[in-house]
C-alpha cells in the first residue's frame, strides 16, 4: 500500500536519474509517451526530466508513489496538466469502447427517496474507475491555485478550440475559462460553493442540462421578463433526445478512435527508431570484434587436427562469439533481428565451415538495417536520447525536448482535446443514470452517508460518476475525512500531493489511505513544515516511540522527504558538506530572471538548476529601477524597524503614482514586521486612494515568506525586519538554512527590492550570497 511510504521503505531497485544515462533514456522511451497532451500556453513541449516525470507517473504500478522534486519555477503544475492529460485521454480510450455509455452503469438496485421522486443508484463499470484525480496539500492557496489555473482560458494554447461545459467553470472560477477539467473542494465553504455553482445554479448549473438533454423543457422565470432557456442550455446546445444523443457519441467516438490509432501509430515507430537505435549499433560492434579476430582464425590443417594454436585461438574467440550471438538473440527478442543459422547453432560464423560466406551473409542482412536506422535518426527533427547525446553538456541536455517533433505533440494536443469531446458526449449519452448519482453526489460530498450499509457501499461509484465530469478536484489534507471520510480504502485512482515539502507526514495519511497511485510534488528546500509543539517535546515523542526524529518527524521530515526515500526514481545532489537525495528533479527554471535566478540557484541547488527564461519587460522594474538592496540603518522594537516600513510604502506609492498595478508581494522572515507592513499601508493616504479595498490587498500581499509558498509576481519587497545589533539570534536563524531566502527570491518574476540593514544581515548565513548578488 501507498502508507508503506511512512516507514520510508526504499524500494528494492533504484534508479539513478541524474548519473544512469541508461535510466534516463528508459524514462523518456516513446513508448510510455502517454498519447494524450495537455495544449497548453505556447505548446512548448515538456523538456527532458519534465517528460520523465509524466512518463513514469503514467507507468506508476499500484501502491506505488512517485515523488517529484521541484525546485521554484521549474514546471511542477505544467507536469500535473500533463499528468491529468495523459489521465482523461487514457480513460477516454476505455470509453470509446462502450457502444452505448448507458451500458456503462448498472442498476444496485437500491433506490433513495427524495421528495416525492426516488433517485436509483447506479455502480459503474470498473473499467472506468481509477482514474480519478484527487489534488491535496496542507496549502489552502497551493490546491486553489492549482485547480483554479487548470480550468482558465491562459492554461490552454491560444490557438485551441477545446472547452468542456464552459458556463459551469466560467462561473466556478468567476474569471474567463476554457472547461470544467478541475474544482476546488476541501472545506464546507467550497463544497458549499461547488454544489451551488455545480449543480444547482439555474442558469448555469449541470442539474438544468441534464434535464434538458432528458429532453424536457427547462425555462428561467424573471419577474417582468419572458421566460427563457438557462445560459447554459444556449450556450452548449445539448441533444434534445437519446437517439440525438447517441448519434453524436458515435461521430466523436469514431473521431477519438481515428486520432488515437495515428498517435500510437507514431509513438510505435518512434519506439522502434529507439530500439533500433540500442540494439543494431551492438550487433554491429559485436560482429566486427569478431571479424576482426576471425582474420587471424589458423587455416583448415590446425582446425583439423585440432593443433593447440587452433584450441588458443577458439578459446580467444569464445568470449567474442558468445557476445555477438547474446546481441543478437536479444534483437531477436524486440524483432529487429531474424533467428540466422549460425545463432541457432549458438556460434559465430568463424566457428563454423565456410566462415567467408557465413560472414558475408551475417553483413547483408546487418548492413541495410543498420543503414536505415541512420537515415530514420538524420532524417528526425527532434532531440534523440542516446549514449551520444549525454555529451552535449548538463544545459543542453536538461532543456531538450525528447523524441518528438512538434507536429507529433499537436497530434497529441488534438487527441487530448478529443477526448474531451469524448467526455462530453458520454455525459450526454449516459444522461439518466449520471443524472442520478451526481444528485446523490452532492450529499456524498459533505462526507455524509446515504442512510443504509447496501448504500453506502455504492458511495465509491457515485464518487466516480462525479469525477467522470468533473476530471480532478482539491482538498487539503485537513478536509480529506470531512469530505471523503465514507470511503473505503483505495477507492480513488490518484492522489497528486502538490507542496509536498510543507506537509508534516502524518497530514497525508487519509488521502494516501484512499488512493491507489501517488505523485507527490514538492521541494524541501523551500518552507518547511510548520511544528507547533516545541522541539524538546516532539523529540521526547520520538523517543519514546523508537522512532528517529530526523527522519520522520517534522519539521525535519515532511510529505516530501518521505517519498523521497520510498521512490523508485531518484536523484542526488550535494548539499553543503553531504549530499541529499531526492525523487525526480526537475531543474529547468523558467520563472525568475536575474539576479532572482543565480541567487536561489547558489544557495539552495548547487548551481544545477539550468536557465530557460527568456527576457521580459517589466513596469514596476522600469519604475524602480533594477533590483537592489536599499540599505536602511534604522532601529526598531522587537524586530519592526519603522524605517524600513517607510521605505517599503515608499517604493509602493512610487509604483502606483505611475499608474502601474503592484502586482508584487511584500514579504518578510518575521511575523512581527509583517504586522508593522499591513499598518503602515494601510496609513498611506496615497495606496488607500489607489487601491480598491486596501484591506483585502493587504491581507494577500503582504505577509510572512510562509505564507506565499506556491504563488508567484512581478516583482518583491522582502523587508528583512531585526535592525538592532543585538538580534544576531533573529537574522541567525533566517539565514541559518536557504528555505527562507530561496522562496522569498523566487516569487519574483522580473525584479527584487530588499530592505534592511546590509552591514547587519550580511553576515547572516545564506544573506551573504544576497549581498554578493545585489548592488
Not at 445554479?201 to 422565470?221: H, M, P, Q, W
Amino acid at each position: 500500500m501507498l502508507l508503506r511510504y511512512l516507514g520510508a521503505k526504499v524500494p528494492a531497485e533504484r534508479r539513478d536519474l541524474k548519473h544512469d544515462t541508461a535510466a534516463i533514456e528508459q524514462a523518456v522511451a516513446p513508448a510510455s509517451f502517454p498519447a494524450g497532451r495537455w495544449p497548453g500556453p505556447g505548446r512548448h513541449p515538456l523538456v527532458l526530466i519534465q517528460q520523465a516525470a509524466v512518463n513514469l507517473a503514467a507507468a506508476t504500478a499500484a501502491g506505488e508513489i512517485l515523488a517529484v522534486n521541484g525546485p521554484p519555477g521549474t514546471g511542477k503544475t505544467t507536469l500535473l496538466r500533463d499528468v491529468v492529460a495523459g489521465l482523461v485521454t487514457e480513460r477516454a480510450s476505455v470509453m470509446a469502447g462502450f457502444a452505448d455509455p448507458e451500458q456503462a452503469f448498472t442498476a444496485s438496485g437500491e433506490t433513495l427517496k427524495a421528495g416525492a421522486a426516488w433517485i436509483h443508484l447506479y455502480r459503474l463499470d470498473p473499467r472506468l474507475k481509477g482514474f480519478e484525480m484527487l489534488v491535496a496539500s496542507s496549502n489552502n492557496k497551493a490546491v486553489e491555485n492549482v485547480s483554479g489555473e487548470l480550468p482558465a482560458k491562459g492554461a490552454i494554447a491560444t490557438d485551441s478550440e477545446m472547452r468542456y461545459l464552459e458556463p459551469i467553470a466560467q462561473k466556478m472560477v468567476g474569471a474567463p475559462s476554457w472547461g470544467l477539467i478541475a474544482a476546488v473542494l476541501g472545506n464546507s465553504s467550497n463544497r458549499y460553493a461547488f454544489k451551488d455553482d455545480f449543480w444547482w445554479n439555474a442558469d448555469n448549473g449541470l442539474f438544468a442540462y441534464l434535464k434538458a438533454v432528458d429532453g424536457r423543457e427547462v425555462e428561467i422565470d424573471e419577474p417582468g421578463k419572458p421566460s427563457r432557456p438557462p445560459h447554459i442550455v444556449t450556450a452548449l446546445d445539448p441533444p434534445r433526445s437519446r437517439r440525438e444523443a447517441l448519434g453524436n457519441w458515435r461521430q466523436k467516438r469514431e473521431h477519438f478512435r481515428q486520432l488515437e490509432k495515428r498517435v500510437n501509430d507514431t509513438l510505435a515507430q518512434i519506439e522502434l527508431l529507439r530500439v533500433r537505435g540500442i540494439h543494431l549499433p551492438l550487433v554491429e560492434q559485436r560482429f566486427e570484434a569478431a571479424e576482426k579476430h576471425g582474420t587471424d582464425r589458423p587455416g583448415w590443417f590446425h582446425r583439423l587436427f585440432g593443433t593447440r594454436r587452433y584450441r588458443d585461438w577458439k578459446t580467444d574467440h569464445a568470449p567474442l562469439s558468445y557476445a555477438l550471438v547474446e546481441a543478437c538473440q536479444i534483437a531477436s527478442q524486440e524483432k529487429l533481428w531474424p533467428e540466422g543459422k549460425s545463432l541457432k547453432l549458438g556460434r559465430s560464423p568463424w566457428l563454423g565451415f565456410g566462415a567467408t560466406k557465413q560472414a558475408a551473409a551475417f553483413r547483408q542482412r546487418l548492413a541495410p538495417m543498420a543503414t536505415e536506422w541512420r537515415r530514420d535518426k538524420r532524417a528526425r527533427a527532434a532531440d534523440i536520447i542516446d549514449e551520444e547525446f549525454f555529451e552535449n553538456g548538463h544545459t543542453i541536455v536538461q532543456k531538450a525536448a525528447p523524441w518528438l517533433t512538434e507536429a507529433e505533440h499537436r497530434e497529441r494536443d488534438a487527441l487530448f482535446e478529443a477526448a474531451m469531446d469524448l467526455h462530453r458526449a458520454f455525459l450526454d449519452a449516459a444522461a439518466k443514470p449520471l443524472r442520478h448519482n451526481l444528485g446523490l453526489a452532492m450529499q456524498v460530498l459533505d462526507g455524509k452517508g446515504l442512510g443504509s450499509p447496501a448504500r453506502d457501499a455504492v458511495i465509491p461509484d457515485i464518487w466516480s460518476s462525479l469525477f467522470l465530469v468533473v476530471p480532478a478536484v482539491s482538498t487539503t489534507f485537513a478536509s480529506v475525512t470531512a469530505m471523503l471520510g465514507k470511503l473505503p480504502p483505495q477507492s480513488l485512482g490518484w492522489l497528486l500531493i502538490d507542496e509536498a515539502g510543507q506537509a508534516a507526514p502524518q497530514q497525508a495519511v487519509g488521502a494516501l489511505l484512499r488512493a491507489n497511485h501517488a505523485i507527490v510534488v514538492g521541494d524541501p528546500i523551500q518552507v518547511p513544515p510548520v511544528v507547533m509543539l516545541p522541539d524538546c517535546l516532539v523529540g521526547a515523542i520520538c523517543r519514546s516511540f523508537g522512532v528517529d526524529a530526523e527522519r520522520f518527524s517534522a519539521p525535519a521530515a515532511s510529505v516530501q522527504t518521505l517519498a523521497d526515500d520510498a521512490t523508485a526514481w531518484f536523484a542526488e545532489f550535494p548539499a553543503g558538506a553531504g549530499s541529499r537525495t531526492v525523487g525526480v528533479p526537475l531543474l529547468v527554471h523558467r520563472r525568475c530572471s536575474e539576479p532572482m535566478f543565480k541567487i536561489a540557484n547558489s544557495v539552495a541547488y548547487e548551481n544545477l538548476m539550468v536557465q530557460a527564461k527568456a527576457p521580459r519587460n517589466s513596469a514596476i522594474r522600469a519604475c524602480l529601477g533594477p533590483s537592489r538592496w536599499i540599505d536602511v540603518q534604522g532601529s526598531g522594537r522587537d524586530k519592526w524597524c519603522p524605517a524600513e516600513g517607510d521605505e517599503a510604502v515608499h517604493l509602493l506609492e512610487q509604483i502606483i503614482a505611475k499608474g502601474i498595478a503592484p502586482d508584487l508581494y511584500v514579504v518578510t522572515p518575521f511575523v512581527q514586521v509583517a504586522d508593522g507592513l499591513r499598518a503602515a499601508i494601510r496609513e498611506s493616504a496615497a495606496l488607500n486612494a489607489a487601491i480598491p479595498d486596501i484591506g483585502s490587498w493587504v491581507f494577500e500581499r503582504v505577509g510572512t515568506i510562509h505564507t506565499v509558498q506556491g504563488r508567484e509576481a512581478e516583482a518583491v519587497i522582502l523587508v528583512l525586519g531585526a535592525p538592532n545589533p543585538d538580534q544576531t539570534g533573529a537574522r541567525g536563524w533566517a539565514g541559518k538554512q536557504p528555505n527562507l531566502l530561496n522562496v522569498a527570491v523566487t516569487r519574483a518574476k522580473e525584479a527584487l527590492y530588499v530592505i534592511g540593514n546590509r552591514n547587519l544581515w550580511s553576515t547572516a548565513g545564506v544573506f551573504a550570497v544576497l549581498d554578493a548578488r545585489l548592488e
